[in-house]
C-alpha cells in the first residue's frame, strides 16, 4: 500500500500558509465515548500528525466511525489547519 502526504492547491488555488491535506491510517483516537472524539492520530509515509476535532466542524458522519478505520486499516483523506503549531481537522473522508 502506498499512502500520499501532500499539501493541497496548486497554482491561483494554492493553499493558504497552514493549510493542508494528508492521507493516510489512523493509529489513535483520544475520546471520553464512541461519539466524542477529541482528536486522532494519523501515519503516513513515516510520519505522526495529531489532529484535534474542530467544535465548529460538522464533519458529516459521527466520529466514531474512526474506530472502524483503526480497527480496519483503513486509509482517511483528511483536510486540516495548522492554527499555532495544533493542527486541527477540517473535513475527514474515506480514502
Known amino acids: 500500500m502506498c499512502l500520499l502526504v501532500a499539501v493541497a492547491g496548486c497554482g491561483d488555488?494554492?493553499?493558504?500558509?497552514g493549510e493542508g491535506r494528508v492521507t493516510g491510517l489512523v493509529t489513535t483516537?483520544?475520546?471520553?465515548?464512541?461519539?466524542?472524539?477529541?482528536s486522532f492520530t494519523l501515519r503516513a509515509e513515516g510520519e505522526t500528525f495529531t489532529f484535534q476535532i474542530d467544535p465548529d466542524v460538522e464533519y458529516g458522519f459521527p466520529l466514531g466511525h474512526l474506530q472502524?478505520?483503526?480497527t480496519n486499516a483503513e486509509?482517511?483523506?483528511v483536510e486540516y489547519e495548522d492554527?499555532?503549531?495544533?493542527?486541527?481537522?477540517?473535513?475527514?473522508e474515506d480514502a
Do not use: K, M, Y
Open 68 to 70: 472502524s478505520h483503526l
Open 13 to 17: 488555488d494554492a493553499s493558504a500558509p
Open 75 to 77: 486509509p482517511v483523506v
Open 29 to 38: 483516537i483520544d475520546s471520553a465515548g464512541f461519539d466524542d472524539v477529541d
Open 83 to 92: 492554527r499555532d503549531g495544533t493542527l486541527f481537522a477540517q473535513s475527514i
